[in-house]
Structure formats: C-alpha cells, structure tokens
C-alpha cells in the first residue's frame, strides 16, 4: 500500500475502529433465559451477545460457549438460568471515536480479542474484532508498493471528487452561454469544466476515497479552493481586455476567479451590466459552486462522523454519503434560489437571469451584481427578502437541512444561531445610531456585513469611523460554522469563554485537550485577521495613495471574504498586489487556521 510497510501499517492503525467494526450485534436483556439466547444465536448465526441492563446500558457480553459450559454444570438449572446468571462482567468497550491502535491496546491490556463499540450516547453500535484488525495490517503489508503514499492518496481522491463535481455543476452557466449566443463565455466555461473534469478524474485514478486526519482535510480544502479558482480564470481570460499585458491579464482573471469561489465578491468591473448577461450570470454561479463546495469539504473534513450518521438523506433516506451529501447540499440552495429569483420577479424586477445571479450572489453570500444599478433600485421588500437569504446563507447546513428531512423537524435554535442573532440585533441598532443612514439602509448592511454577504448599496468610503468600526467587526465575526459565510465564525467566540480556564492554573485541569486545542485555534485566529488585515492595509495605503481608514477596510474585505468595499482595488492596482490578495481571499475562507494546521499538525 506504500512504499514503506512500516507506514503503510502506521496509516492503518490510526484509522477509525468505525470503519471496521461489524454492525450486526445481538443485543439482549440481561433477564432473557439462556435457552431462548442459544435459539437467537443460531437464528442469527454469531457468537456473541451483548447484554444491556434496564436501561438499555451495556453491563456484559455472552458467548456460545459460556452458555454451553454453564448449562452442562450439573450444579446450575439450566431452565432457570438468564444471561445475566452467565454473562462476563465488567464490560470492556471501546469508543467509537478510538483507533485501530487504542483497540490493539486495550485488547493486549485486558486479554481479551474483541471489543464492542460504543456511540457518544453508551449504545452498542458495533464490534471490532483482533482478526479484522490483524487482516488490515496484513493487507496493508500485503499488498504491492505503489508510488504514492495512503495519506496523499485520501487527499487526492477526495480532491477528484469535488473537481469533478465542480465541473458537472458548471455545465449549466455553459449551456446558458450557449443558448444566449455567447460563444466567447460559453467556450471559457465549457474549457473550464473540461479542465476541472479531467482533472478530476486523474487525481481519483491515483487517489482513494478515505478518512482524513485535520491535516489532511486542511489541504485538501486549500488545494480545492485554489485550483478552483486557477481553473476558473479561463473564463475570464476571454473577457478581460487584450492590450494588458499577460501578468496584468492573468493578476485581473485570478482576483475576480478567487473572489468568486472564495464568495469573496470583490469585484473588479464598476459597470458589470457592461459585460455579457451570461458571463455576469457566471460569476455569481462561481459563488454558488465555491459555497457549496465549502460546506462539502468543511462537513465531510471536520464534522463528527457519529452526526453524518444521524443525518438522513431527504434524498434517498439512507445515512449522508460523499455524493449525496454533495446532492443534498445542492438541492437545498436550488430551493432557496428559485425562491428568492422568483420572488424578486414578482416585486417587478422582470429579468429573470440577473434575478437568479443576484439570489446566487446573496445565498452564496458573495456579494456579485449582475449590474450596478439592480441593488440601488430595490423597493424595501426585495431588501428585506435579500436580508432574509443573506442570512440563510450564514446559518450552517444543519439548520437548512431540518427544513428538508423526511420526517420534518423543526430547526432548533441552538447557541450559536441565537448569538449570531443577538449579535447582528445589537449591531444594527448600534449602526442606526452612529452612521446616519435610514434603519432599513443600516439593517441591509449591517446583515450584509455580518453574512460577509458584501452586498452594497453604494460606495463606503463616505461612512464615519464609527459606522466602518461596526462593519469591519461584524466581517471579522461573520457568520455561523458549516455556512457559506466567512469571519472567524460564531462556534470560534463561544469556544473563548473557556479562556479564564485556560490562563488559570488551578481550573486549567478542567478542560479537555480538545477544548485546549479549540480554545488556542480561536485565539489565533482572532489575533491573525486583524494583523493580516492591518498589514494588507497599510500596504494598499501606501500603493493606492488612499486613506488608512478606507484601506483597512478594503483589506477586511479581502480577508474576510466579506466583500464590502471601500473602492480601493481596481483594475489599476498592480498584478503582483492582486495575486496575493487571491490567495488571501482563499486563506481567510480557510479560516486561517487550516494552514496553520497544515504546517502545525500538532495544533490539530
């Protein structure tokens, strides 16, 4: 499986007993008589019986041959006798979240060859055996050296996917372009999707779909956000004038590809309804496939597998798969899109593709306008329906994902939902107060904001400094975990109430190496946005000739991916500037921490 069977046999031993437990366990009550036992054990054919007590907690396991040698004792009625009577106690388990290595250890430690399973909740969820554990390493060994390594192969597998993936969704701005009679757009994205198809499909010829250490997952967040963005500048190499440069040509195509698949939404164009509907429509869908992306990657990378398995696909009612979870992400903002685009129509703005650019913009919380003109010109419902989607797009998956379940289920309201409302509440009437705009006005950018949304209604470089302090905050905060927004997330403020602990040495004993871990992750990163922010700064202070206010503000934009815009960087801006402020675009959707994790493994 490696070059090196050492590693090979390290790899596999740090995998999840999960993925190698058997399933298909007889669990019975401690008072079933023996002899009906024996029966169910040869109805379903195992070895093995757990035994729970009254409230279904596992206290013992019965084998067959512990059932055999204490009915054959002359001594014990065998009538009589429940499994209790002849059950091994106590019980060594082992949890779900364990590796192969802790189940070798605990299994040496306790003399004993296999180990049930157990969920967060204490319920027996499967068993892991020492020959299924001694068969992978076998065939870790086994198996004949190839050239990449099991890690970079997970990386790889799982990157051809959402490629791949990328590529299909893009097939519909294409076709548009074709229908529209845009061959310039339509053959940009028709490159593009091949590009990101073959690719794709390479990298899963090499790879292998598998679970990923946070390492791991931090690349291959990174690695796709960037070739996403790289693949997407053909597009834009059609489009962008020729009598630049090739450096010039490539800086302008790489910020406008990274602020849309980033949901950045810094845009370039002053006048976008200069450029082709289609292509304007494509700009926004990059939006949309970078957000949903996003929450693919950050749930199947970071979200703890026992809740993937709790979710059920409205789809097919089966547990939350690679490609389903893909599908039911796209299905649930295809809903919300039609919904916005349509209600936008009803409320007389008759140009039904610049309506369905807009609700992907303002879902994807990117902040692209299909022209200058359409968010300047909108009655107060089409604001308040705008806030509403805004904020959809900044409340994680799991909220979105009630809605559409089978059996139906009320959102719940959980910690973080409530403080990012809280937040946002007491943020617009601050901003109300202090910035001098009317209160629908301050309330559309104060969600703007706080969704790093980056939707504007005009140019901000007018607002006091109270007013940019609260939208420079809000960016920094942004908006929930697993969601479309940027920030350091709301879940990053609630792990800092644990900071007293930290810094104490008495209550430090307190926490959990994780919560250690989460605690220190936030600190970071709430001191590197600021800092970085501060830096790009100055440094577009000094390049652009502007104010520090206006230019701070600008880079919290950029880091942030908030999209809220001062009016600083243009097409003037020089090329080397703009390459960098792609890749901080892509390193602010990562939350900065991933790459932290990727050069600092032991802070994940």
Known sequence: MSTNPERAVSYVLNKYVTEYMDKDVLILGKNMLTREAARML?????DDIIVTDESNIPIGI??????????????????????????????????EKSTLQDALHKMRDNNIRKLPVLSKKNQVIGMIFQTTIANVIRDATATAPRLLSPPVKAVLGNLGFVLQFAGVLLLVP???????EDPETATGIYLTTVLLLVTGFFLNSYGEKSSLNLQQASILVFASLFLLSL?????????????????????????????????GGISLFDEPENLKQSFTFYRSYTQLVGGMSFIYLVITAFYPESKLQSMRGFISGRTLHMKELFLT???????????????????????II???????????????TPSSTIIEGLVWQEELILMGAMILG??????????????????????????????????????????????????????????????????LDGLNGGAHTILIILMFIGGCGFSTAGGLKIFRLLHLRHFICLISKT???????QTKKEVISALIIVALFPTISAITGLHLAEIENASFQDSFFEATGVITTGGLSAGIIDFDTDPATKIVLGFLMIFGRLEIIAIIYIFVPKLS
């Open 354 to 368: 610049d309506n369905f650019s807009l609700a992907m913009s303002t879902l994807a919380t990117g902040g692209f």
């Open 394 to 459: 900044a409340l994680p998956f799991t909220f979105h994902y009630a809605f559409v379940r089978k059996k139906f289920l009320a959102p719940k309201l959980g910690k973080e939902v409530l403080t990012y409302f809280a937040i946002l509440g007491s943020a617009i009437i601050m901003f109300i107060a202090v910035s001098g705009l009317n209160p629908l006005d301050s309330a559309f950018y104060s969600v703007s904001a706080s969704t790093t949304a980056g939707l504007q209604l005009e140019s």
């Open 507 to 513: 209550r430090r004993a307190e926490l959990s190496s």
């Open 231 to 263: 693949f997407g500048t053909v597009p834009y190499l059609y489009v962008f004038p020729s009598d630049e440069t090739n450096v010039e040509v490539f800086a302008n195509a790489f910020f406008s590809s990274a602020a849309g698949f980033t949901t």
């Open 174 to 180: 294409a076709i548009l372009a074709t229908v529209l």
């Open 42 to 46: 040869r109805h379903y054919e195992t």
């Open 62 to 95: 019965v084998t067959d041959e512990d059932i055999l040698s204490k009915v054959s004792d002359v001594t014990v009625y065998a009538e009589a006798t429940t499994l209790k009577d002849v059950m091994s106690s106590p019980l060594v388990t082992i949890n």
């Open 329 to 351: 992400i796209t299905v649930i903002f295809a809903l919300y899109i039609v919904i916005v685009a349509v209600l936008l129509y009803l409320f007389d703005e008759n140009n």
